[in-house]
C-alpha cells in the first residue's frame, strides 16, 4: 500500500468523523427547543457510516481507494417528550408542548468517541508523514 493511499484514507475517515461532531454540535444546540406538535419537534440526527472498499472491490478505484465516507444522516428513533407547559405560545390546547428527542449525556459520549477517533486518524496521517520523511532521508545518504 502506497502511502498516499494511507493518506487518502486517513482523510476519509477524518471528513466522517468531522461530519459526526457537526451533527452532534447541532443535536446539542438544538436540545432544548419546544415545538408545538410531536411531527414539529426536533428529532435528533445520526450519521451512518458505509465502507468506500465496495468501489475498490467493483474495479472503480475512487480518490480514496479504501475507507470510510457518510452515507446518510437519520432520525433517532427516541420518542419525542411531552411536558405541560400551559404558559408556553407553543403550547397546544392541552397545555403540551413537544421537546426534541436529544438526550445531552448520549450526546457528549458520542462526541467524545469522534474526537477520539479524529484524534487517532491525525497520529495516522503523522506516523505515514514521519515515515515518508524517513524514506526521503535515508534515499538521501
Known sequence: MSLDRIFNIAGSALNSQTVRMNTTAS??????TVASADKEAYRAKRTKFQTVMEDQIKGQEGPYAGGVKVSSLLNDPAPIRRM???????????????????????EMVEMMAASRSYQNNVEVVNTARML?????????S
Open 132 to 140: 515518508m520523511s524517513r524514506t526521503i532521508d535515508i534515499l538521501k
Open 84 to 106: 405541560v407547559d400551559p404558559g408556553n405560545p407553543l403550547a397546544d390546547k392541552d397545555g403540551f408542548v413537544y421537546m426534541s428527542n436529544v438526550n445531552e449525556m448520549t
Open 27 to 32: 443535536n446539542l444546540a438544538n436540545a432544548s
